[in-house]
T-cell receptor, first 113, second 114 residues
């Protein structure tokens, strides 16, 4: 158990819909990262937040957005969903050094029908 | 810019045989290097990391990796494969500042044959 929790574990929705994925980092970790893992694209970094502020952006689509709240939990919002958005979405957290070990949550499997 | 390549998307070894998973990186700054493992239906777990101290890094579950700057490599090895080692392995690189992103390689799937 990494100490990072993600909800829900599975999510099935239709094209055009909007969903919210939630992540709670390990106690004391200030950085939260979001990744998308799919068979064709592998593990792609989406976005990083540090103590409530956006710190780094990766291959995140404009239809996707994220935020980190004062209690340090984070949410990833995916809108206007397309079939190609079906993937595993991982959240990871690390301490304030940012490049130290990232602890991954179990992931949310999103299926868009 | 940084990138990671992992030679061989799939590697099969016999139980008890040497495991060698290859990783080469490209980095314009001194790198930190990581190996992560992903077991089926689970998130990624850190195996080991290089952060500019000793070039031979020992990790969990008997794995180790050697940083070779001249070859820009960070290959992962284990002397004797166990059935429980079957998983997906990811090599990753980052810079050494807190603003550097971690870039993951495409992964290598390891199968262990009894």
């Amino acid at each position: 158990d990494s100490g990072v929790t993600q909800t829900p574990k599975h999510l099935i929705t239709a094209t055009g819909q909007r969903v919210t994925l939630r992540c709670s980092p390990r106690s004391g970790d200030l950085s939260v990262y979001w990744y998308q893992q799919s068979l064709d694209q592998g593990l792609q970094f989406l976005i990083q937040y540090y103590n409530g502020e956006e710190r780094a952006k990766g291959n995140i689509l404009e239809r996707f957005s994220a935020q980190q709240f004062p209690d340090l939990h984070s949410e990833l919002n995916l809108s206007s969903l397309e079939l190609g958005d079906s993937a595993l979405y991982f959240c990871a957290s690390s301490d304030d050094r940012g490049t130290d070990t990232q602890y991954f949550g179990p992931g949310t499997r999103l299926t868009v029908l | 810019a940084q990138s990671v390549t992992q030679l061989g998307s799939h590697v099969s070894v016999s139980e008890g045989a040497l495991v060698l998973l290859r990783c080469n990186y490209s980095s314009s700054v001194p790198p930190y290097l990581f190996w992560y493992v992903q077991y089926p239906n689970q998130g990624l777990q850190l195996l080991l990391k290089y952060t500019s101290a000793a070039t031979l890094v020992k990790g969990i579950n008997g794995f180790e990796a050697e940083f070779k700057k001249s070859e820009t490599s960070f290959h992962l090895t284990k002397p004797s494969a166990h059935m429980s080692d079957a998983a997906e392995y990811f090599c990753a690189v980052s810079g050494q500042t807190s603003y550097d992103k971690v870039i993951f390689g495409p992964g290598t799937s390891l199968s262990v044959i009894p």
